[in-house]
């Protein structure tokens, strides 16, 4: 697959990351949007085209190795928890003044950039200010206005955004024989992400999942302590089985990459890159577990307030339209609305290291006060 192929609906990023590379890339990038749209995906595949001594052919062992995450010019830094530390900058401060094990430069792909705390903050600068002719960043985040300015004003910037309902939908049509119909409403659901539409597309699991939590979208106003309090096990639960699946695919996958190592070196650096990809995948396939909960809660609500005013069209669960024209009532557009909000509100406590229960607890008692 050549480089960018599976990156969709980005023009205006591709653009200025092709000219880049022919040109003569800049030393730091900053990719900025909103989740689930690819800047990570895209952010690995520009270090592989920086690092590919074709420009980014997209088959070669150099391509295969960065897309894989055990190359050793190319680092990805995720948090370590709630934020990226400044044992973590300072190592790549070190790494940095040094040649480069294979390829012409090193990058560094750092991922949920504005989670640096303000000591890595304040570490990393140094290094972006006087970087070595080597060296290209490329940070990742969507939430920028939490970076620091002196930061930001060294990056260029990079901008991403959700991928349109009609292109994701041809898109999904394409890679995974849907239906125009199904592909549609999946694009629909998604919102824009694209990642969330490809496994909708994908993964009969990710559809069945989606349709629990619309029932319990339907039942929280009527649901009892005790049924929160179930809602949240089988939440937890579900979320736990997505990323013992991802870490396993991963683990399916680390004789593959050992088998690339030709020294016990090489062999050290590749089994500490796993290590630290496993931590990465399973962070994150919580995070998108919990998000796709608030995602799916909020939708619910936004297409009751849609239908509620008349506006079928704007619904995004066109699947569930006879059951969204019986809930829906006029009058209780406010209510949907101030449902809306807390399942948004649960969205935001979790960039600020709040319990993922205790939040979706809250949530739920929330939701239901909001409805009553």
């Not at 900058?89 to 990058?107: M, T």
């Not at 931590?279 to 909020?298: F, H, S, Y």
């Not at 339209?321 to 935001?348: M, N, W």
Request: with cysteine; hydrophobic share 45%; proline share 4%.
């Amino acid at each position: 697959m050549a480089i960018f192929d599976d990156i969709v609906g980005q023009d205006l990023a591709l653009t200025v990351l092709r000219r880049a590379l022919s040109a003569g890339a800049a030393h730091a990038y900053l990719f900025t949007g909103p989740s689930g749209v690819g800047k990570g995906e895209a952010a690995v595949e520009f270090a592989a085209a920086l690092t590919c001594p074709d420009g980014g052919c997209g088959e070669c062992d150099c391509c295969r190795r960065v897309r894989e995450g055990i190359h050793p010019d190319v680092d990805v830094l995720s948090p370590e928890g709630t934020f990226i530390t400044v044992d973590q900058i300072r190592e790549i401060n070190r790494e940095v003044a040094l040649r480069p094990f294979e390829a012409r430069v090193r990058v560094y792909v750092i991922l949920e950039a504005e989670s640096m705390n303000v000591p890595a903050a304040n570490a990393f600068l140094r290094t972006l200010e006087e970087p070595p002719p080597h060296a290209h960043f490329v940070l990742v985040s969507s939430q920028p206005e939490e970076l620091l300015d002196t930061i930001v004003s060294r990056c260029q910037r990079v901008p991403f955004r959700r991928t349109p309902a009609p292109l994701l939908g041809r898109h999904l049509s394409e890679r995974f024989g849907l239906s125009e119909i199904d592909a549609t409403a999946f694009a629909r659901v998604a919102q824009g992400d694209l990642a969330y539409g490809r496994r909708l597309a994908s993964d009969p699991m990710a559809r069945e999942w989606r349709l629990r939590l619309i029932e319990w979208a339907r039942s929280i106003p009527g649901a009892s302590t005790l049924d929160a309090e179930n809602m949240l096990d089988e939440i937890f639960a579900s979320v736990e089985r997505q990323a013992d699946a991802r870490v396993e695919a991963l683990d399916a996958r680390k004789e593959a990459d050992l088998g690339w190592a030709a020294d016990a070196r090489t062999r050290a650096r590749v089994e500490k890159l796993h290590d630290q990809k496993v931590k990465r995948e399973r962070r994150r396939a919580v995070n998108d577990g919990l998000e796709e909960v608030m995602r799916t809660l909020a939708g619910w609500y936004r297409d009751l307030a849609a239908a509620a005013m008349g506006a079928d069209e704007a619904v995004l669960n066109h699947d569930y339209a006879y059951e969204l024209q019986s809930e829906a009532f006029p009058g209780r557009v406010e209510a949907y609305v101030a449902a809306i909000d807390c399942a948004r509100r649960a969205t935001r406590r979790f960039r600020y290291n709040v319990d993922a229960r205790c939040a979706l607890e809250d949530m739920v008692l929330s939701i239901k006060e909001a409805l009553l």
